[in-house]
């Protein structure tokens, strides 16, 4: 809440001039406020997704984008990613004897009957196949050649609202853009 005391008529006359400074600069340092705690929601998001998911951080940069930022007129900061459910190879994944060991939602853990090369077991190798280090599971017959690549459970867009990631965008929204507002606010005016 915001409180102001006048003594004379001085204090008055700069009183309604922060008035008019407020109208005039207020729109325009306003959209400013919004987009320096967009970029610090942003960061916030992307430092929670990182240890939400598991993924390394510069995927997880490539992949939240902020789409709309704020201007006058339009006071709106929003982040978007878009893509369906990721691919084992980005969560550091690792041949072992009983399958890919890899880190989904950073937690390790087994995928049996996949690989990553071909081979028997110590000597693994990769002959005429590019696997790109991908993760595959066979389709089929234990022989055949049909493979398909192994996707984890995690969806980068599921995961940006819901738990701690959600919780940081909005604290940043509702605990650090009130404060900020009000301090413009009292320098206009004074």
Same mark, same amino acid.
């Given at each position: 809440? !915001?409180?102001?005391?006048?003594?004379?008529?001085?204090?008055?006359?700069?009183?309604?001039?922060?008035?008019?400074? =407020?109208?005039?600069?207020?729109?325009?340092?306003?959209?400013? +406020?919004?987009?320096?705690?967009?970029?610090?929601?942003?960061?916030?998001?992307?430092?929670?997704?990182?240890?939400?998911?598991?993924?390394?951080?510069?995927?997880?940069?490539?992949?939240?984008?902020?789409?709309?930022?704020?201007?006058?007129?339009?006071?709106?900061?929003? =982040?978007?990613?878009?893509?369906?459910? +990721?691919?084992?190879?980005? !969560?550091?994944?690792?041949?072992?004897?009983?399958?890919?060991?890899?880190?989904?939602?950073?937690?390790?853990?087994? !995928?049996?009957?996949? !690989?990553?090369?071909?081979? =028997?077991?110590?000597?693994?190798?990769?002959?005429?196949?590019?696997?790109?280090?991908?993760?595959?599971?066979?389709?089929?017959?234990?022989?055949?050649?049909?493979?398909?690549?192994?996707?984890?459970?995690?969806? +980068?867009?599921?995961?940006?609202?819901r738990g701690e990631t959600r919780e940081a965008f909005e604290h940043e929204a509702s605990?650090?853009?009130?404060?900020?507002?009000?301090?413009?606010?009292?320098?206009l005016l004074t």
């Amino acid at each position: 809440m !915001f409180t102001s005391r006048w003594q004379n008529i001085e204090g008055l006359r700069r009183y309604a001039d922060g008035i008019k400074r =407020l109208n005039t600069e207020f729109p325009k340092v306003l959209p400013r +406020i919004v987009n320096q705690v967009g970029r610090r929601a942003r960061t916030r998001v992307v430092r929670n997704l990182t240890k939400q998911t598991g993924l390394h951080r510069r995927v997880i940069v490539r992949a939240v984008k902020n789409v709309d930022k704020a201007k006058s007129g339009k006071l709106l900061y929003s =982040l978007k990613s878009k893509g369906g459910f +990721i691919r084992l190879k980005y !969560f550091n994944a690792r041949e072992t004897r009983r399958g890919v060991s890899a880190t989904p939602f950073g937690k390790r853990r087994i !995928f049996g009957g996949t !690989f990553i090369m071909g081979g =028997l077991f110590p000597y693994r190798h990769v002959k005429q196949w590019n696997l790109d280090g991908h993760v595959y599971r066979r389709i089929g017959k234990a022989s055949s050649r049909h493979v398909t690549q192994v996707r984890s459970e995690v969806r +980068i867009p599921d995961e940006m609202i819901r738990g701690e990631t959600r919780e940081a965008f909005e604290h940043e929204a509702s605990v650090t853009m009130p404060p900020r507002i009000e301090a413009v606010i009292r320098k206009l005016l004074t």
